[in-house]
């Protein structure tokens, strides 16, 4: 993306709300060439704040994104929101095929069992709630705050919820809050699941290493893991699994 003389910076809109995006961010905000804008949900009362321009909400679907586009007058779209984003990346697919705007996903890899590990891989929350009462009676729950209503029915178990904002009912009746954020130490894991003395950890397939110290602390304790599998991303969307991956592929538009 070179600009020559009088050319205006070209314009990347980045989908943010992960580790990926932020780093994204800061990369390309050293760019003279570049006028990077990043979009968080909302979600989080206190997000961590990309370097560079910010906005945040929704755009209000595939045609408010598509406007947003043109708007803005967007060159190049980064799909580089959580890969359970599911309908946000679907959006993103469709705007960018009625604009034309190029689209990136950044899609960092999904972990990987190591010897030891006990996984149950399941489909969805849903899947993850009726596996549970199988597998053990104390829940450490590192899904989200949204989801916790797939195990609200699960009257009998206790529950240790981690999320960075205070959850919302419904919830399971015997629910222990745990509010923080990673990036997470394995010191500090095994601390929650000895402290807890939790039986299963249920996460879902996020990928990184800023949350992954969980998956080692229960591998050490012996414990059984429910990981939700990651939901399929848009087909023909060209995929970054990292930060350089997509400087290059910016590079090349
Ligand atoms: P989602 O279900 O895929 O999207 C629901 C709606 O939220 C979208 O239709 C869009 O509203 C809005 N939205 C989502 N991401 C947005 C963004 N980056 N900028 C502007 N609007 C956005 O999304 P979600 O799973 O709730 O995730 C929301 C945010 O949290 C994302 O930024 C994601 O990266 C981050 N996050 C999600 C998870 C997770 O497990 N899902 C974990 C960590 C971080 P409109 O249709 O109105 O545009």
Redesign the pocket.
Known sequence: MAVGSGERPRHVLI????TEARRLAAELARRADLRVTS???G?VAEPRLPVGEVRI?????PA??AEWLRTHRVDALVDA??P??????R?AARAAADTGVPLLALRRPGWTPAEGDRWHRVASLAEAADALPALGRRIFLTT?R?GLAAFAHLTDLDFLARSVDAPQPPLPRRTEILLDRGPFTLEGERAVLRAHRIEVLVT?DSGGAATAPKLGAARELGLPVVVVRRPEPPSGVPVAVDVPGAVAWLAGR
């Not at 989908?15 to 992960?18: A, E, I, K, P, S």
């Not at 909400?57 to 679907?61: D, L, Y």
């Not at 359970?84 to 990346?89: C, R």
């Open positions: 989908l943010g709300g992960t979009s968080l949900a979600r909400g929704g755009f209000g679907g408010g994104l929101t959580h359970f984003a599911e309908v946000m990346s959006n989200g949204l879902k």
